[in-house]
């Protein structure tokens, strides 16, 4: 059933009990998403129509009550050969699991569940809904303290005729009411009668009533006086020990009249007004007592009221669903006749007297057998069941079949935790049950591989397994998208207790990213070194080169990833990098003559530049005394114009442009002079004669220093830049 999905919507998780007639699981409404329990017959009847039927009244039944206290009927369906009932998914424990755990229970809490329990009886009753099966496994704690009646498959409408068919008795034997156990109709004390008792057991921490067969108990509910729960507990304040005598008297009449009326007395019951409360007493004594009751004859018919129907123990729940024969005791009405007294008066007195005899001997030979000498029980709690059966066969005691085994998370496997005789003598030869630790109830690995770490964690922990004991290892992989489980430990199928299991996952992260490098104004070899340090890939398919007025070989762009950007390990970059000047473009060099500021002194000229490539890039500086030639290389794009500023001594000088049209035309102004500070014009015409000739020689003299510095100028601008 685990995994399957019911009508569609239920999808079924885990296992966590069940009964004599189905199974409970918990599932995962997919249509409201939200947990709810799933109650499923048993397969063994689903041929059955009285089962089927009396499984179809558990849903009837406990969806015709709305209560906080009873748990809610959501759904019921058949699809092929199941039947089912979707309820209200209760999170915490029964009351049976909180008695073995902890019982005797604290009256106060004791008193609240069963004031909650009175409470969802009572209005059950009001909608004449008989539970008939109270019992502690049917009722639900939730972790917030709320309780839960639960298990209405033996429910009736009190107006049916049938509840309690003749010759057939249906419920818990433990937690019978005394008229139940007789066959006849139930109505709402039994119920009382049954949370009784669940009260009784609560303050205790004992049944009132045990046997070693279902008979047997079911006879003391008819005939044993109930021992006092204060007998048990002095601890159980008369109170409360006054409302469990009052609801379990075995003459219904002197019971609560109604379970409202239980639950009124049981709200009080702690309050200090009753403190000093004497005992309750009843004038006669409980009907149905211990009695000599008539023999029972062979062939004889007998009357339904005057025996106990009882039927085989469920060993999960202790339900009884059986089926006898009702008899009855009475009088032998047939005599002999035509008895002929004078012919065989002899006879009939010798015959007496031999049997007496008969009788006498057997009864010494027999009284003699069964004279068996007493031991005292050893006490083998804590012992392996290997040492205790040891222990007991030396004493001369036997163990009785079959031995009773539970898990038990805090007790070692095949250890013995209880024992039903102890501290006594007993006759020698008798038989002591052991019930013996299977150790903690192991669980099933499932396999994780592939989920997601959050699903798989909900998981193991509703196996059972805390969150403390689980642990990641997250990795890297390629693969796997980020927080699937890559690998477990323990591996699957393995079997582990959930409450001492470390379990270890291995979780991915992904595939690993970087952080994607700058490569814009880098060279191609600087960008791919960084590219590969960086754990990324670049081949030279991936290189596109572009015309640019950036140097050839400079990175442009990259794609498809920004810097700063989070990138895959492994993935490929590409880059577009400078092939030189685009096709339109155009080179000018500026031909500049600069005079220092006064002839003769040495000053500090730095000439700069602006055109396509870029802003105030620096293409000469140098100290000259005399007038010199600065040839200054730019290049021009369409529409943009380019200019040369010279400063000479730390002062604009002057500034020269060129756009790209009068470049392109061919127009050139020859070379562009930059005179010294301290130049003016002649004062006469000889002063003109020498001024001319001085300018003469100063351009002659430029020639031939601009002859000279070609020959150091092989790269243009950069060769400028050198100077």
Do not use: C
Not at 131 to 137: L, M, N, S, T
Not at 621 to 649: C, G, H, M, Q, W
């Amino acid at each position: 059933m685990i995994g399957r999905e019911l009508g569609g919507r239920y999808e079924i998780l885990t296992r966590i009990g069940g009964g004599g007639m189905a199974l409970v699981y918990k599932a995962h409404d997919l249509l409201l998403s939200r947990n709810v329990a799933v109650k499923v017959l048993r397969q063994q009847y689903v041929h059955d129509e009285e089962f089927i039927r009396r499984f179809r009244r558990e849903a009837q039944s406990a969806a015709a009550l709305s209560h906080p206290n009873v748990v809610s009927i959501y759904d019921v369906g058949q699809e092929e050969d199941i039947h089912y009932i979707v309820m209200e998914y209760i999170e915490g424990y029964n009351l049976n699991e909180v008695i073995q755990e902890r019982a005797p229970l604290q009256a106060d809490e004791a008193v609240r569940v069963a004031a909650q329990i009175a409470d969802a009886l009572d209005h059950a009753h009001q909608n004449h809904i008989i539970h008939r099966d109270i019992k502690p496994h049917n009722i639900l704690i939730g972790r917030n303290g709320r309780v839960k009646v639960t298990d209405f498959g033996i429910a009736r409408a009190v107006t049916s005729s049938t509840i309690t068919q003749t010759g057939s008795v249906i419920g818990s034997v433990h937690y019978f009411s005394p008229e139940h156990a007789k066959g006849v109709s139930t109505g709402e004390k039994s119920d009382i009668y049954s949370l009784g008792i669940v009260l009784y057991q609560m303050v205790t921490g004992k049944l009132p009533f045990l046997g070693e067969s279902p008979i047997s108990v079911a006879l003391k509910h008819l005939q044993e006086p109930l021992e006092d729960p204060r007998t048990v507990n002095p601890l159980v304040p008369q109170s409360v020990e006054n409302i469990i005598i009052k609801a379990m008297r075995k003459n219904p009449s002197e019971r609560y009249r109604t379970a409202g009326e239980m639950l009124e007395d049981l709200e009080t019951a702690l309050s200090p007004q009753r403190k000093n409360e004497p005992k309750l007493q009843f004038g006669a004594g409980d009907f149905d007592e211990t009695r000599v009751m008539p023999a029972i004859r062979p062939g004889r018919d007998l009357k339904p009221q005057d025996t106990v129907a009882a039927a085989a123990n469920d060993a999960q729940d202790e339900d009884v669903y059986s089926t006898g024969r009702q008899q009855t005791a009475r009088e032998e009405e047939d005599e002999v006749r035509g008895r002929k007294a004078w012919k065989k008066p002899l006879i009939i007195v010798l015959s007496t007297l031999l049997l007496l005899a008969l009788v006498y001997v057997g009864f010494r030979l027999v009284s003699g057998s069964l004279d068996v000498d007493e031991v005292d029980v050893p006490y083998v709690v804590g012992m392996t069941e290997t040492e205790a059966k040891a222990a007991l066969e030396q004493a001369g005691l036997f163990l009785e079949e079959p031995t009773i085994r539970q898990f038990k998370p805090d007790i070692p496997k095949d250890q013995v935790f209880a024992q039903s005789k102890a501290n006594m003598r007993v006759k020698e030869g008798s038989r002591v049950k052991l019930s013996v630790s299977n150790g903690p109830e192991l669980k099933a690995m499932g396999d994780y591989t592939g989920q997601k770490a959050e699903d798989v964690l909900a998981a193991l922990q509703e196996l059972g397994i805390p969150a403390e004991s689980i642990s990641q290892t997250e990795v890297f992989d390629d693969k796997a998208e980020p927080g699937t489980v890559l690998s477990q430990n323990p591996a699957p199928q393995s079997e582990l207790d959930p409450l001492t299991a470390k379990v270890t996952l291995t979780v991915s992260k992904g595939a690993e990213s970087v952080e994607m490098p700058d490569l814009v104004g880098k060279t191609t070899e600087e960008a791919r070194k960084l590219i590969l340090q960086a754990g990324l890939q670049i081949t030279n398919e991936n290189i596109v080169k572009e015309g640019s007025y950036k140097p050839v070989g400079e990175v442009l762009s990259q794609f498809p990833y920004d810097a700063g950007s989070k990138v895959t390990k492994g993935a490929q970059v590409s880059i577009t990098v400078s092939s030189g000047l685009p096709k339109d473009a155009l080179e000018y060099t500026f031909d500049l003559l600069i005079s220092p500021a006064q002839a003769g002194k040495a000053s500090e000229i730095r000439i700069v530049y602006t055109d396509a490539t870029g802003k105030e890039i620096q293409a000469h500086k140098r100290a000259i005394k005399e007038t010199r030639s600065f040839p200054v290389k730019v290049v021009l794009a369409p529409n943009t114009e380019a200019f040369v500023s010279v400063y000479r001594d730390g002062q604009l000088a002057d500034t020269f442009s060129r756009t790209y049209d009068d470049v392109k035309n061919g127009s050139d102004s020859g070379p562009m002079t930059v005179p010294g500070a301290d130049a003016s014009p002649p004062p006469n015409e000889t002063e003109g004669q020498n001024n001319d000739t001085d300018i003469l020689n100063e351009l002659e003299s430029a020639l031939n220093n601009r002859l000279n510095g070609e020959n150091e100028q092989g790269r243009g601008n950069e060769g400028g830049n050198n100077d």
